[in-house]
């Protein structure tokens, strides 16, 4: 049995958002942003069972992370996890049989201790994620975080997202390119709003604080597809941890002592980190 986690990010951006995390014991579902077709389609590219999953997790009701679920679940097995708030924020996630959590709990799912906490967003009561394997002494083994749609980092996601070995973390635009970008005034003021999404300078000025020894890889997520490109991007948080470029359009880096890779995941390119 491998004893770590991996995480499958099958589509990450405003068209919509699904992620598997798989543990030693089954896999878990993040949203379900896209059609189940698409998700099948994107599961099997990458080989892994996603309608075998121990459960599903819903950050937050916006459509990008919710517009699959009805009919995913119409053929789904496992169970459906949510906040209150999530729950009743949207009428497709309104018939469907939502095990209801705090944006402030613990519990386990496919033998990973799973944690959520708050992010800041425009809906009802979002949360991130993280999950963890603990040995039989207590002793926590692996560890991956899980944050986006937030508009900045609360102090409970920066506690939870520290030192994980997979970080994945909403790097959304370019303050500049979402100034000069074609958005709309009221929508420039909602993206980069403190109820918004983080910026590629935001999550490069959390990085110091989040990436600690046990961490070897930073996934970027949720990139704007209009105000951000994945090598303004991957180069902004390789700065903030001294990484160089480790491919030629700077779409990766790692830093210096080979222990922490920066990638961004894709709105269309399903992508895993071992
Ligand atoms: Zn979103
Ligand atoms: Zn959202």
Redesign the pocket.
Known sequence: MDPRMHLHVLASGSKGNAALVEGPGGSVLIDCGISRRELLRRASELGVDVEGATAAII??E?S??TRGLPVFYSHFEGELFATAGTASGHRDLASLPLNLVSHHETFELAGMVVSTFPTS???AD?MGLRFSVVDGAGEVTDAIGWC??TGFLTADALGALRDVRILGIESNHDTDMLAHGPYPAFLRARVGGELG?LSNAQCAEALPLLVGDETETVVALHLSEKNNRPAVCVRALASALGAEPSNDDFTEARTTDGHVSVCCASQVEPLTVW
């Open positions: 950050t937050h916006h990008d992370h967003h425009d809906v979002p986006t749609d999404h």
